[in-house]
T-cell receptor
Framework: GEDVEQSLFLSVREGDSSVINCTYTDSSSTYLYWYKQEPGAGLQLLTYIFSNMDMKQDQRLTVLLNKKDKHLSLRIADTQTGDSAIYFCAEKTLRNTDKLIFGTGTRLQVFP | GAVVSQHPSWVICKSGTSVKIECRSLDFQATTMFWYRQFPKQSLMLMATSNEGSKATYEQGVEKDKFLINHASLTLSTLTVTSAHPEDSSFYIC?????????FGSGTRLTVV
């Protein structure tokens, strides 16, 4: 079946890097996404990676994909207090061509 | 980029009444939209997939007579919570597929009293 797991909580100091991890079980992933959710708001797409890529960088964000281990990570460089939010990874698979399977979400707290 | 507008942002209703939530794609056509429910401090639970011009596909355990979905045009899908009860209080979020990705609405906080 499909299962996407994330650690629940991450706390970092402002200016440090944050690394949020995600593991999934369905090897037929086509796209993997990272979304950010601020309190009381919808989800904002941060970045995505196609399953045949290993890495993608977009400004402060770096996505690493280890397809063999079914492990996805999001690194946020120079983390700011405005980065405090819940981060969800999500996968789109061949098994469910329309649906996104969401991870459990990681709450990132940035302290000064 | 693609924008999905969801209204209302929050609504309080009495038990037994019905509430309609709208989800509009503003600058693109969305043949497929999705409705999610999110409980506090939890992930998103897909309720149903809404397809323009046809019946919605509901996930297992979601009552289709309770959560009515209509997708009558390429830019609008609506979710109606019928005969709402306090246990229906939740955060409801819609999304639309735009090419390779998915754009989300800002969510609707429903409180049933």
């Amino acid at each position: 079946g499909e299962d996407v797991e994330q650690s629940l909580f991450l706390s970092v100091r402002e200016g440090d890097s944050s690394v949020i991890n995600c593991t999934y079980t369905d090897s037929s992933s086509t796209y993997l996404y990272w979304y950010k959710q601020e309190p009381g708001a919808g989800l904002q797409l941060l970045t995505y990676i196609f399953s045949n890529m290993d890495m993608k960088q977009d400004q402060r964000l770096t996505v690493l994909l280890n397809k063999k281990d079914k492990h996805l990570s999001l690194r946020i460089a120079d983390t700011q207090t405005g980065d405090s939010a819940i981060y969800f990874c999500a996968e789109k698979t061949l098994r469910n061509t329309d649906k996104l399977i969401f991870g459990t979400g990681t709450r990132l707290q940035v302290f000064p | 980029g693609a924008v999905v507008s969801q209204h209302p942002s929050w609504v309080i209703c009495k038990s037994g009444t019905s509430v309609k939530i709208e989800c509009r794609s503003l600058d693109f056509q969305a043949t497929t939209m999705f409705w999610y429910r999110q409980f506090p401090k939890q992930s998103l639970m897909l309720m149903a997939t809404s397809n323009e011009g046809s019946k919605a596909t509901y996930e297992q355990g979601v009552e289709k007579d309770k959560f009515l979905i209509n997708h009558a045009s390429l830019t609008l899908s609506t979710l109606t919570v019928t005969s709402a009860h306090p246990e229906d209080s939740s955060f409801y979020i819609c999304s639309a597929r735009d090419g390779y990705g998915y754009t989300f609405g800002s969510g609707t906080r429903l409180t049933v009293v």
